[in-house]
Each structure stands twice: as C-alpha cells, then as structure tokens.
C-alpha cells in the first residue's frame, strides 16, 4: 500500500484546510486509516482514525468538535477536514493505514505511511 498526502499549507488563525491521503496498492488489505501530526521537536501525536469498512471513528481530544476524518471508498482516498485551526495545530501531518485490529492511537498499529504534508497556523 503506498499513501500519498496532500493539501497543507498556511493559514490564519481560525482558517480551515482540508487533507487529503490518497492509497493504492492492496487496498483492500486495510483496515484502519489515520492522521497523526508532529509539531517541531516533539513526537508524533495521533490525531483521528477511521475503520475503512463501517467507517467508525476516533478522534484525540484536542481535535474534537474542530477535525472530521471521512473516506471515500470508491476512490481510495481519506480526508481529514479541519476548521478554527489555532497556532498549536502547526505540524506536519502523517496519514497512516494498518492492517489489524489494534490501538488505533497507537503508532505501532500502522504499517503504512505517507510523506506528511505541512500545516502552518499564523496568530
């Protein structure tokens, strides 16, 4: 499976942006797709996963209420859309897909990564 990330960029605070993964390969081998982000100097932060078939979702508290994961099966591609960002919200974001029933939170759950896109939130 081979992930591609786009739709970074910069915005101002409060602005919305929406991410796009695009996967090909063995898509059918997945299970789970998520976004994680790390900011500068620190580790990499889940953000939002969601099962590819019934499209259940997880989101990490601080995105909750601002970020919506979604997919679009027939065309292989996750979203993450993303509104009152805040300067806090600056990273770049990793899609990411696994294969197993695992903690979705978890880093290790994820097989598969994306180049990262970035996000950068002016004050």
């Known amino acids: 499976v081979q992930l591609q990330a786009s739709g970074g960029g910069l915005v101002q605070d409060g602005g919305s942006l929406r991410l796009s993964c695009a996967a090909s390969?063995?898509?059918?081998?997945?299970?789970?797709m998520a976004w994680f982000r790390r900011a500068p100097g620190k580790e990499r932060l889940f953000v939002a996963s969601?099962?590819?078939?019934?499209?259940?979702?997880l989101y990490a508290d601080f995105v909750k209420g601002r970020f919506t994961i979604s997919r679009d099966n027939a065309k292989n591609t996750m979203y993450l859309q993303m509104i009152d960002l805040k300067p806090e919200d600056t990273a770049v974001y990793y899609c990411?897909?696994?294969?197993?029933?695992?903690?979705?939170?978890?880093?290790?759950?994820?097989?598969?990564w994306g180049q990262g896109t970035q996000v950068t939130v002016s004050s």
């Open positions: 990411a897909a696994g294969q197993m029933a695992t903690d979705a939170r978890n880093t290790g759950s994820y097989i598969y």
């Open positions: 969601i099962r590819w078939s019934g499209g259940t979702t």
């Open positions: 390969g063995r898509t059918f081998s997945i299970y789970r």
